[in-house]
DNA sequence: GGCTCAGTTGAGAACTCTTCTCAACGGTGT
DNA sequence: ACACCGTTGAGAAGAGTTCTCAACTGAGCC
């Protein structure tokens, strides 16, 4: 449960590369840092069309962001792809399948374990894994106990 | 480390619920139940085409079976969304980044003491998680090293 | 300040993937 | 044999994503 990397950073790992941080990178990068839920693309590029920022460029911007591992993709409780800026280090999402709020957590000191035993029983050379816990927030299950109370 | 439904069980599925089990349904059935890998639905309906199984027959039957609990959609190596022939009750894809090979193997005791975990931390109604570890499998390591020795 | 150059951008075209439409088919019960 | 109802295939339609290209931007250099 940590923060996800400040602009600052971010313009630094930028920097660093040799990789321009343009003003539509810059907003971008806020609209998914400043978020506290996961977006689909075509979110992002709505919420950003009025900044004169183009669906090509959100299109290229996120996967160039996502190669550099500063987003993560995560499915919502639709299956529907969405992004989310991940805090520094390893983490794993745990995703409101009603509003798509995303907290993240570390687990990976299980799963270390199991990437060892696995590797020694199948053979496979392991090199990462993808985990996601879904559930209901608080909130939204607030919302629904009261929607239940009307109906 | 189980194996799929054989058919006759997945007939039984579709009888008891009175879903007709057509020629189409058993054909991409059992393509997915006897590949030991991942396939893209692109690469079903390329398979199946030369059999009199059109593209949207394909994409219907795919969804049906992924409602039904037969199959199970995991990424491979490159992202792209494929799908598997998961067996009887709850695994965890281990997929070959290469070749697609997927081995499943059951990882929920660690997960559902770190589900309780989570959901007591943030106050979430934990209803799922999805886990694929990725990796490389013995003969495409091997492949690869022959590959090295000859570069 | 003005120039050059390489990389980025926006708009729209192009392409790909997925779903929809509809007439024909198939199998089940009568 | 017949009617009924869900499924199917072909192609159209729609949605999502990538490509193309001219214009723009900013950094380095004069």
């Known amino acids: 449960m940590t923060d996800p990397k400040p602009t600052h950073d971010i313009e630094a790992v930028f920097h660093q590369k040799g990789i321009p941080f343009t003003r539509q990178r810059r907003q971008i990068w806020e609209f998914f840092a400043g978020a506290d839920r996961a977006a689909t693309i075509a979110e992002t590029a709505d919420a950003l069309r009025g900044d004169g920022v183009g669906q090509a460029t959100v299109y290229r911007t996120v996967q160039l962001f996502n190669d550099l591992g500063l987003l993560a993709r995560v499915q919502d409780g639709q299956g ?53 816990v879904y559930g209901i927030c608080p909130s939204c299950q607030q919302t629904r106990r009261e929607g239940d109370d009307g109906e």
């Open 80 to 132: 529907e792809l969405c992004y989310i800026a991940p805090p520094i280090g390893h983490s794993h999402p745990l995703v409101c399948g009603v509003c798509r709020r995303v907290i993240r957590f570390d687990g990976d000191g299980d799963l270390t374990e199991l990437e060892a035993l696995l590797g020694a029983e199948t053979g496979f050379s392991i090199y990462g894994h993808h985990l996601e």
